[in-house]
C-alpha cells in the first residue's frame, strides 16, 4: 500500500515538473536580427538599426516578391534601451544571438564608442564572435538598406566580403577589444564603403544600383574615438605587420622596364625588432612571403633565373616604399600605434616598458623605422614568356 | 559499498575538473597576468602534496573514515572536535556549488527559469544517486561521465588551436615577479585542495594503496589539463581580455569556430560540465551525510541525506547575488580557513600524531 502511494507521488510530481521546457520560445515567435546598425543623432541619443529576417520570405525571392528581411530602427540612450525600443514595433521577440554583422556610423564612431561596447561582452547569448565594421561618409541605416543581390540577407555579405579578401575570420571584435584593453596597441575596425554598382563614382545615386564594398581600416585612439582611415591598400601593409595577411595579390611595375607583373602572394610573416639606444627606439621589420605569378605584362620571359630576380627585386623595393609610406603615415597624421610595435617593445624590454607605456604614442611617432622586405617567387606559371608575343619581342 | 582504484581516480578528476576551469583562471591571470600557467603548476604540484598527504594520513587506518580515525588518533573528544570545521566546509560548499552552478545553466540555459526550480532538479538527481547507489553508484558514474567530461575538455583544447597566437604570452616572468605568481596559485591551490575529500573516501576502496596513487594521478591529469588550457586562454584571449572575463574557458568554447560550421558548442560544453558539478554534489552530499552520520552514531546514514539537502537549498538560496556566492565566498571564508586549516593543517597535524602514535604502539607490543 506504502509502495503504491509512493509511486503514486512520484507521478504527480514528475507531472508538474515534465510539463515541458520552461524557456520554450518558439522560431516563429523571434525575431532573428542578423545585421544591426549603430548611430547617433545630435542629441547624442542612439539609433539602433536592425536587419530581422522575415523567415517565410527567405529562399522565395525567386518568384519575385518580398526581400526575405525588414529594416526596423529605433533611438534610446543605451543599447538595451534601443532594443528595449525596437520591441515596441515588433510583433516577435528581438533575438540578438545571430547577429553576424554590426556596423557603426562614421558620426558615431566619430564621437567614440566605448558607450555601446560593453553589453557585447557580458550578455552570454551575445557571441563575442562578431563582425564590427564602420561605415565611411554615412549612417549604419543606409548600409542596412542597401538591397543586395547576392546573399539572402545583406549584412552577411559584409562578413564575407571581409573573410574573402584575406581578412582573419570573423575575429574583428575580440581583436578589437584586445587592442582596446591593452597597452601597446590601438584597436581599429574594417571600414565598409557604399557605392554606385554601375560606374566606380557616379554621383546619380539610385537605389537599384547602389551597393557596398569592403573598405580599409578605421583606426581608434585610446578612447576609442575615431581619429583616421587607412585605403583598402594601406591596411593589407597593416595586416602584413601584425602577421594576419592570409592569400593576398600584390601587383607591381617592373623597375626601369615597361610593364607589369601580379603575383598571388602567400605565407606572409613579419618580424618586428625594436632596438633601443640613448633613450630612442628604432624599428626595424622585416617583411617576407612566398608568391606565385599569376600575371605577367612584361616582355621578360621567366624561364630565366635573372629575370625571376629582376622581379623579387621589382617587388620588393615598390613593397618596401609603400610600407615606409604606410607606417610613416600612421606615425605621424595619426600618432597612435595600431601596427604592434608597443607591444614587441614589451615583449623585448619589459622593464623599459614600463616607464615608457605612458606616453607611448609620443615615443611611437618619434620612432626611426627600417624595413626590409623579402618576397621569393616559387613559381611561374605554365608559361615562361607571354604566348602572345612574337620570338623577337621577348627579351631573355 | 566498495569502489575500485580506478573509480577513485574518475571521482578526483571529474570533482576537480568542473570548478577548476570555471571559477579559477580569471582571478590566477588576474594576479600572475600571462604567467598564470606558472601559477597553475606550481599550484597543481601542492595540490599533489596535499592529496598525498591525505592519503597517507587515512593508509594509517585504512579500515576507518576521517570521522572514525580521527576520534583513534586523538581520543573520542577532541577527535569529535577537530572535525566540525570539516562539517561548516561541506555543508557550505554544497550550497554555494549548487548556487553557482545553476546560476551558470540559468544563464547560458534557461534564462527565465527560476533558480530554485533549477537547484531543486539538481539536487532531487544527486539525492537519488546517492540513496540508491551509495559510493558505489557516484564510483560508477564517474567511470561513464569522468572520460566525457576529460574528452570535452581536450577537444575543446583541440578546436582552439587555429586561434592561437603564442606570443601573445610574452614576455615571461618579468611583468609579474614570483610574488604575483605565487599568489595567482592560492585560488587553484585551493580548488585542488578539495582532493582531501579522499580521508572520507579511501576506507571504501578495495586497495587503499593504490587508491592514493590514482588519486594522485588524478589531481596530475587534472592540473596537466587545467595549464594547457590557461595557456591557451592566455593565447587566444590575451591577458587583458582573460583577466575581466568571469569563465574564459567558457568564452573559449564560445570562440571555437572551425569552417564556418562547427560553431555553437558552448551548450555541449555547459551539459557535460554539469557531469562534473553532479559528481562533486554527489561526493559532497555523501561525504558530509556518512560523516554525520558517523559523528552523531546515527545507524542509517541514508536518513542524513534529507537534512543535508534540506540544509543545502536554504545555504544555496541565502547569498543575495552571484558576486558574494562566488567572489565573497572564495576571499572571506574558503581562502582564508579552508585551505590553511582543513586542506593543510589538520590533515598534517593529524599525520603527524598518528605516525608518533603508531610507533609508540609498535614499540609498546
Known amino acids: ?396 | 559499498m566498495k569502489i575500485s582504484k580506478y573509480q577513485i581516480f574518475w571521482m578526483i578528476a571529474s570533482l576537480e575538473i568542473g570548478m577548476v576551469l570555471l571559477l579559477t583562471q580569471s582571478p590566477a591571470i588576474e594576479e600572475a597576468k600571462q604567467d598564470a600557467w606558472i601559477s597553475f603548476i606550481f599550484a597543481g604540484l601542492a595540490g599533489i602534496g596535499i592529496t598525498f598527504a591525505a592519503g597517507k594520513l587515512s593508509l594509517l587506518y585504512p579500515n576507518q573514515t576521517f570521522i572514525q580515525y580521527s576520534q583513534s588518533i586523538l581520543g573520542k573528544w577532541l577527535g569529535r572536535i577537530i572535525v566540525i570545521p570539516y562539517f561548516i566546509h561541506w555543508l557550505s560548499v554544497i550550497g554555494v556549488i549548487f548556487r553557482q552552478s545553476s546560476e551558470i545553466i540559468q544563464m547560458t540555459l534557461f534564462t527565465r527559469t527560476p533558480l530554485f526550480i533549477l537547484i531543486v532538479l539538481l539536487l532531487l538527481l544527486v539525492i537519488y544517486v546517492n540513496y540508491i547507489g551509495g559510493i558505489e553508484g557516484i564510483g560508477r558514474c564517474s567511470e561513464i561521465m569522468g572520460p566525457l567530461i576529460l574528452l570535452m575538455v581536450i577537444i575543446t583544447l583541440f578546436l582552439n588551436f587555429n586561434n592561437i597566437e603564442w606570443d601573445k604570452i610574452l614576455p615571461v616572468y618579468t611583468d609579474s615577479g614570483l610574488k604575483s605568481i605565487l599568489q595567482g596559485g592560492l585560488t587553484p591551490v585551493s580548488f585542488y585542495g578539495e582532493s582531501v575529500l579522499m580521508m572520507m573516501l579511501l576506507s571504501f576502496t578495495e586497495e587503499p594503496k593504490k587508491g592514493v596513487t590514482w588519486a594522485v594521478w588524478g589531481v596530475g591529469v587534472v592540473t596537466i589539463l587545467v595549464t594547457i588550457s590557461t595557456l591557451e586562454i592566455l593565447m587566444v584571449f590575451g591577458v587583458n581580455l582573460s583577466s575581466r572575463l568571469w569563465y574564459p574557458y567558457f568564452e573559449m568554447a564560445r570562440y571555437i569556430s572551425l569552417m564556418q560550421f562547427l560553431q555553437n558548442l558552448e551548450i555541449v560544453v555547459t551539459v557535460i560540465w554539469i557531469f562534473s558539478i553532479f559528481i562533486k554534489l554527489s561526493i559532497y552530499l555523501f561525504v558530509s551525510s556518512y560523516g554525520i552520520a558517523q559523528w552523531l552514531n546515527i545507524k542509517d546514514w541514508r536518513k542524513v541525506i534529507w537534512f543535508v539537502a534540506i540544509a543545502s537549498i536554504v545555504l544555496s538560496l541565502i547569498y543575495p547575488n552571484n558576486n558574494v556566492a562566488s567572489v565573497s565566498y572564495l576571499e572571506k571564508y574558503w581562502l582564508p580557513f579552508v585551505l590553511p586549516i582543513n586542506m593543510i593543517g589538520i590533515p598534517l597535524l593529524l599525520w603527524g600524531i598518528g605516525v608518533i602514535r603508531k610507533n609508540s604502539q609498535q614499540t609498546d607490543a
Not at chain 1, 518580398?66 to 532594443?83: F, H, P, Q, R, W
Not at chain 1, 598571388?264 to 617576407?288: A, D, R
Request: one cysteine or more; a positive charge; hydrophobic letters at 35%.
Open chain 1, 1 to 396: 500500500m506504502i509502495k503504491r502511494l509512493k509511486i503514486c507521488l512520484i507521478i504527480i510530481v514528475c507531472m508538474f515538473l515534465t510539463t515541458g521546457c520552461w524557456d520554450e520560445r518558439e522560431i516563429n515567435d523571434r525575431a532573428i536580427i542578423l545585421g544591426w546598425g549603430f548611430d547617433q543623432n545630435e542629441d547624442g541619443d542612439y539609433i539602433g538599426s536592425a536587419q530581422i529576417v522575415v523567415p517565410g520570405e527567405v529562399g522565395e525571392r525567386s518568384s519575385g516578391q518580398g526581400k526575405g528581411y525588414i529594416v526596423e530602427t529605433a533611438t534610446g540612450k543605451s543599447l538595451l534601451d534601443v532594443t528595449q525600443n525596437l520591441q515596441r514595433k515588433l510583433s516577435r521577440n528581438v533575438f540578438l544571438s545571430h547577429q553576424k554583422v554590426i556596423v557603426i556610423g562614421e558620426r558615431l564612431a566619430r564621437n567614440g564608442i566605448s558607450n555601446i561596447l560593453d553589453v557585447y561582452s557580458r550578455q552570454p547569448e551575445l557571441p563575442i564572435r562578431t563582425n564590427f565594421f564602420v561605415l565611411k561618409n554615412g549612417d549604419a541605416l543606409d548600409f542596412l538598406e542597401v538591397p543586395y543581390k547576392m546573399e539572402d540577407m545583406p549584412s552577411t555579405a559584409a562578413m564575407k566580403m571581409f573573410q574573402s579578401t584575406a581578412g582573419p575570420e570573423s575575429t574583428t571584435f575580440k581583436d578589437f577589444l584586445e587592442g582596446a584593453s591593452s597597452e601597446g596597441i590601438s584597436p581599429t575596425l574594417p571600414i565598409l564603403e557604399i557605392i554606385s554598382s554601375k560606374k566606380e563614382g557616379n554621383q546619380e545615386k539610385e537605389k537599384d544600383s547602389e551597393t557596398f564594398r569592403l573598405g580599409g581600416r578605421a583606426i581608434f585612439n585610446q578612447n576609442l574615438e575615431l581619429v583616421g582611415f587607412l585605403s583598402y591598400r594601406e591596411a593589407v601593409d597593416r595586416l602584413w605587420i601584425i602577421n594576419k595577411l592570409n592569400t593576398h595579390n600584390l601587383t607591381t611595375n617592373l623597375l626601369g622596364e615597361e610593364g607589369n607583373v601580379g603575383i598571388m602572394g602567400m605565407n606572409f610573416k613579419s618580424k618586428i625588432q625594436p632596438i633601443i639606444q640613448n633613450n630612442q627606439v628604432e624599428f626595424h621589420i622585416t617583411l617576407s612571403g612566398t608568391g606565385v605569378v599569376r600575371e605577367n605584362n612584361t616582355a621578360l620571359d621567366l624561364k630565366q633565373t635573372k629575370n625571376l630576380q629582376r622581379i623579387e627585386r621589382s617587388f620588393n623595393k615598390n613593397l618596401q616604399d609603400h610600407m615606409i609610406n604606410t607606417i610613416t603615415k600612421v606615425q605621424k597624421e595619426y600618432k597612435t600605434d595600431i601596427l604592434g610595435f608597443g607591444q614587441s617593445v614589451h615583449k623585448k624590454y619589459p622593464r623599459k616598458w614600463k616607464i615608457w607605456k605612458k606616453d607611448w604614442s609620443k615615443k611611437f611617432s618619434d620612432a626611426d623605422i627600417t624595413v626590409k622586405v623579402d618576397v621569393h617567387i616559387e613559381r611561374t606559371g605554365v608559361t615562361g614568356a607571354p604566348l602572345h608575343l612574337k620570338e623577337s619581342e621577348i627579351q631573355k
